[in-house]
C-alpha cells in the first residue's frame, strides 16, 4: 500500500506541481516563485504521511485544499492586512488556465541569467520536472543542477523577485527561450519509457497546450510559436512507430508509416504553412518543421528527399551549429549519396568528447562500414555503442544488429 500511495504522489507531482504553484501565485496573496514552491511541496510531505492512513477520493482537490489552508496560515502571519483587503480564494484547478503557467514561464526567463539556469528553472517550476530528471534532460550532474537551483532562488529571495503579471510586451529573447524550454520540455515527455510508449504524454500534452495559448495570445515570434507546434505535431505523429509489434526500436528506413497520423500531420501542414506567412526570414524552428514535413510527405524511405532535406540542414547549421545538428545534417548527406561529405562532418564530431560517449554516432559509423561490408569495423562501432549510456530498448536495438552481423 505504501508503494500505492507514493506512485500516486510522484504521478500527482509529476503531473500538477507547476499548475498548483501557478495556481497559487495568481489567485492568493501570495507571489514569489519560491516561496510558492515551497508551499506546494508542504503539501505534498503532508500529503506522503497522512495518506498512509486513509488515501482521499478526490488527491487533486485534497492537494490544492492542503495548499490553500498552508498559504492562508503564512499569509496570516506575515501580511494580514491583504487578508483584510482582498477576497482570499483559491480557485479549483478545473477553473484555471494556460495563461497562469504562461505567468509562470516569462516570468522565470530573467534575461540577467545565463541560458542554462533559466532553462532549468523553468523545468523544476514550471514543469514540476525532479533535479534527475532535469540533470538528464541537460546532460549534467544532479549537484549541478541543485546548485543552480540553489543559488537561483538565493538570489530571489534577496532580490525579493516575483512574477505577477503577464508582460505587456514580451520581448523576443524570452520569446525564444520559453520556445526552447517547451521544445525541452515535450522532449521530456517524447521518450520512450520502458513499455515502449511516451514516457510521459502529459508533458508533451502541456507544451502544446502552452503553445497554444501563445498563439491565442496573439505571439508570433516571427513565426516561431506556430513553427515549433507544427514541429511538435510532427513529432507526435510518428511516435507509436518508433517501436514495431516485438516492442523493439525501429530505425527510420523499417518504420511502418502507415502508422502515421496523417490528421495530425495535416494539421502541422497548417500550421508550418501560417508560420511562413508570418516569418520576415526563416527561423531555426521553421527550419527543423520544414525537414519533418519532407519525412512525412515520403511515401517511403527510398523516396524520401535527401538532398532537400541536405540543403535545409546547411541552412540549419547556419543558425543553429550545435553538434546534434550536424549530425543530423551528416545522415541527410550519407543517405543522399554524399558519403564523402557525411564522413567529413563525422570526423569532427569524433574530436568532440561528449560524442565519443554518445551511442547515435557510433552506430552511424557501424551503417557505414556495414554498407561497405567491412563487418570487423561495424561489429567494432556497435560494441563502442554499447559500452554508452543506453536504454534498454537502445541495447537491444546494437546487440540484435551485432548479431546480423555476426551470422
Not at 11 to 39: N, P, Q
Not at 307 to 326: C, D, Q
Amino acid at each position: 500500500m505504501t508503494k500505492n500511495i507514493s506512485d500516486l504522489i510522484s504521478e500527482l507531482h509529476r503531473h500538477h506541481f507547476g499548475k498548483m504553484v501557478a495556481v497559487l501565485m495568481y489567485h492568493t496573496g501570495i507571489e514569489e516563485i519560491a516561496l510558492s514552491e515551497d508551499i506546494v511541496q508542504e503539501a505534498f510531505a503532508i500529503a506522503s504521511d497522512k495518506w498512509r492512513e486513509n488515501v482521499p477520493d478526490q488527491p487533486e482537490a485534497w492537494l490544492y485544499a492542503t495548499i490553500r489552508n498552508i498559504a492562508y496560515k503564512h499569509l496570516k502571519k506575515q501580511k494580514p492586512a491583504r487578508l483584510e483587503t482582498d477576497d482570499y480564494v483559491i480557485v479549483d484547478a478545473r477553473f484555471t488556465d494556460d495563461q497562469d503557467l504562461l505567468r509562470v514561464l516569462f516570468g522565470c526567463l530573467q534575461p540577467a541569467f545565463p541560458p542554462k539556469v533559466q532553462l532549468v528553472v523553468v523545468l523544476k517550476y514550471v514543469c514540476g520536472l525532479k533535479t534527475k530528471q532535469i540533470a538528464a534532460l541537460l546532460a549534467s550532474g544532479e549537484d549541478t543542477i541543485q546548485k543552480i537551483i540553489y543559488r537561483w532562488r538565493a538570489e530571489q529571495s534577496r532580490d525579493n523577485f516575483s512574477a505577477v503579471d503577464m508582460p505587456e510586451n514580451i520581448s523576443a529573447q524570452k520569446v525564444r527561450m520559453a520556445l526552447k524550454v517547451l521544445y525541452v520540455m515535450f522532449t521530456a515527455g517524447y521518450q520512450l519509457s520502458d513499455s515502449g510508449q511516451l514516457s510521459d504524454e502529459r508533458l508533451c500534452e502541456d507544451a502544446l497546450s502552452l503553445l497554444q495559448e501563445m498563439m491565442k495570445m496573439g505571439i508570433a515570434g516571427n513565426g516561431e510559436v506556430k513553427a515549433l507546434y507544427a514541429l511538435l505535431l510532427y513529432n507526435l505523429a510518428r511516435a507509436e512507430s518508433r517501436t514495431n509489434q516485438p516492442d523493439e526500436l525501429t530505425t527510420l528506413a523499417t518504420q511502418d508509416r502507415s502508422r502515421w497520423d496523417q490528421e495530425m500531420i495535416a494539421l502541422a501542414n497548417h500550421y508550418l504553412l501560417l508560420s511562413q506567412k508570418e516569418s520576415a526570414f526563416a527561423s531555426a524552428w521553421q527550419l527543423e518543421a520544414a525537414i519533418a514535413y519532407k519525412h512525412t510527405q515520403a511515401r517511403t524511405f527510398d523516396e524520401t528527399d535527401w538532398p532537400g532535406i541536405a540543403k535545409l540542414y546547411g541552412k540549419l547549421v547556419l543558425l543553429n551549429s550545435s553538434p546534434f545538428t550536424k549530425l543530423g545534417q551528416a545522415a541527410a548527406l550519407y543517405f543522399g549519396g554524399n558519403e564523402a561529405g557525411a564522413i567529413e562532418i563525422l570526423k569532427q564530431l569524433n574530436a568532440n568528447r561528449f560524442f565519443q560517449n554518445y551511442h547515435l554516432i557510433h552506430c552511424f559509423w557501424a551503417k557505414i562500414y556495414a554498407d561497405k561490408n567491412e563487418i570487423s569495423n561495424a561489429l567494432a562501432s556497435y560494441k563502442k555503442a554499447l559500452s554508452c549510456p543506453v536504454n534498454a530498448f537502445e541495447r537491444k536495438f546494437v546487440e540484435r544488429e551485432i548479431g546480423r552481423l555476426e551470422v
